[in-house]
């Protein structure tokens, strides 16, 4: 692939606001259902090149709209490409064009927590997995995004089998 005539389609995954089990859920939730029926629209760019992939690099997006990664990750466009993967780039729950619609709720800004943002590329990788088979999904970080991809790692193992941290602390 080259980096000067990407080949992206922006697309949306509708995204539960709030991903927990009600054992996790904090006790300003219980009862009143509300995160529960408030879906949102999460970003997602994809860039297909080629046959079926061999597998599929997954950038957890971090404190930017997404859209400044895309054409900024030279390691995915260069070697991603190389490995025959699929290029995924997921947004950062309320980052650009991520935010959720939080009207009537309270605390909305507490559904902006690491925790959150990683239960939302599970539901990306998910409803990926389902488009292109059962492909090894590596996840792609730099930054806090490379801390967001090892904690992916840790958190879903299922999800990906890997993870590539590019300058996380």
Request: proline share 6%; with cysteine.
């Amino acid at each position: 692939a080259s980096k000067s005539s990407p080949c992206c389609w922006a697309k949306v995954l509708a995204t539960p606001l709030r991903n927990a089990s009600p054992a996790t859920m904090r006790p300003s939730d219980m009862g009143t259902g509300d995160a529960v029926a408030h879906d949102f629209q999460l970003l997602h760019f994809v860039h297909v090149e080629g046959a079926t992939p061999r597998m599929v690099w997954f950038y957890t997006g971090n404190e930017s709209p997404v859209e400044e990664y895309v054409n900024n990750t030279g390691l995915m466009w260069e070697t991603g490409a190389e490995l025959g993967a699929l290029l995924v780039w997921a947004e950062h729950r309320y980052e650009g064009g991520s935010v959720p619609g939080c009207a009537g709720l309270r605390d909305c800004l507490a559904y902006a927590s690491v925790e959150q943002a990683l239960a939302d590329y599970a539901v990306v990788v998910d409803a990926l997995r389902a488009e292109v088979g059962d492909v090894p999904f590596v996840a792609v970080g730099g930054s806090y995004g490379g801390m967001l991809s090892s904690w992916f790692r840790f958190k879903y193992p299922t999800a990906v089998v890997g993870a590539i941290a590019g300058s996380a602390p």
